[in-house]
C-alpha cells in the first residue's frame, strides 16, 4: 500500500546511523578510573543492535512488498504496526521499555542516539540525560564505582546523597567534583516547588512535571538523613509489571531519591 511504503521510507531516510563503537573505544579506551567508558561502549551496542533491527525489517518489508521475498509472521507485524501508529514487536523485543506511540518513540530514538553521539564528540557530559540510557542501572553503578575507586572505599558502603539544583541542565557547564548531575526526570502526581525547595501536592488536573537537574552525590556509610524526605521510586516508564529475582522490584525500577518534603505520606 502506498502510504506504508511512503512511511518506511520516511523512516529509513531518518533512521541515524550506527554509532561507531570502534572509534569511541580508540578515543575513549575504558580505564580502572573512568567506568563510564565501559557504560557507554555497552550502550552503544545496544543502540547499534536496535538500529540494525529497525533497517533491515524495514528494508525486508520493502522487499516482501515488491514481492521478492516472502511476507513472514515478522515482517507482516511490523507493517500492521507503522500502519497503526505502534512499535513493532521486532524493535520493542530488542528495544529498551518505552509505551509511547511510534511517533513519539521514534523522535525519542532520534534524541537518546544524538545523546550518545554527543559522549563520542564531547566525551562525558556535564548532566546526564537519565532518560536517554537502555540501562540507567548500569550508569549509576558505574559512578558508584569511580568514587569508590578514588576514595578506595568498598562499593557496598557508598551510597547517594541526592540535591536538587536549581539551574537548568543548559547552564552546567562542567560535572561535580564527585557523583553526577541528572536530568530527564518526571513526577507523577506531584511537582516540585523551587521556591520553597520541597515537594507538594500537584496543581488541579496536572498529572505529570518535569523535575530539575538533580546532584547524586556518593558518600561513604552515610547518616540517614535528617530532613523530612520523601523516599521517591524512579522507574523507567509508568509501567511497573514484573519483578526482578535478585531485588523483588519491578523491571522498570531504577532506584529510589530522597526528595524534601513537609507533606505527609
Known amino acids: ?113 544524538s545523546f550518545m553521539e554527543a559522549y563520542d564528540h564531547s566525551g562525558v557530559p556535564a548532566v546526564f540525560w537519565i532518560s536517554g540510557f537502555f540501562f540507567p542501572q548500569a550508569f549509576l553503578t558505574g559512578a558508584l564505582q569511580n568514587y569508590a575507586r578514588k576514595a578506595r572505599a568498598a562499593i557496598d558502603t557508598i551510597t547517594f546523597t541526592f540535591t536538587v539544583m536549581d539551574n537548568a541542565a543548559k547552564d552546567f557547564t562542567q ?21 520553597r525547595g520541597v515537594l507538594v501536592e500537584s496543581e488541579s488536573r496536572i498529572l505529570f512535571t518535569s523535575f530539575p537537574v538533580m546532584w547524586l552525590r556518593p558518600v561513604v556509610n552515610a547518616p540517614p538523613s535528617q530532613e523530612s524526605t520523601y523516599t521517591c521510586p524512579v522507574y523507567k516508564t509508568t509501567g511497573r509489571a514484573g519483578t526482578l529475582s535478585t531485588t523483588g522490584h519491578s523491571t522498570n525500577y531504577v532506584l529510589s531519591v530522597e526528595i524534601p518534603t513537609h507533606e505527609s505520606e
Open 175 to 195: 560535572g561535580p567534583v564527585d557523583g553526577v548531575y541528572i536530568d530527564g526526570l518526571f513526577l507523577e502526581g506531584c511537582q516540585w516547588n523551587s521556591s
Open 1 to 113: 500500500p502506498p502510504p506504508l511504503i511512503h512511511a518506511v521510507k520516511d523512516i529509513l531516510a531518518t533512521l541515524p546511523k550506527l554509532l561507531d563503537v570502534a572509534g569511541v573505544c580508540k578515543k575513549r579506551p575504558p580505564s580502572y578510573q573512568d567506568s563510564m567508558a565501559t557504560v557507554f561502549i555497552q550502550e552503544y551496542f545496544r543502540y547499534n543492535r536496535l538500529l540494525t533491527a529497525i533497517q533491515s525489517t524495514l528494508q525486508n518489508l520493502l522487499a516482501a512488498l515488491d514481492g521478492l521475498v516472502v511476507l513472514s509472521a515478522d515482517l507482516e507485524d511490523v507493517g500492521r504496526s507503522v500502519e497503526l501508529g505502534l512499535v513493532p514487536m521486532a524493535w520493542s523485543r530488542v528495544g529498551y521499555p518505552s509505551e509511547k506511540l511510534l511517533g513519539a518513540w521514534y523522535k525519542d530514538l532520534i534524541q537518546r542516539v
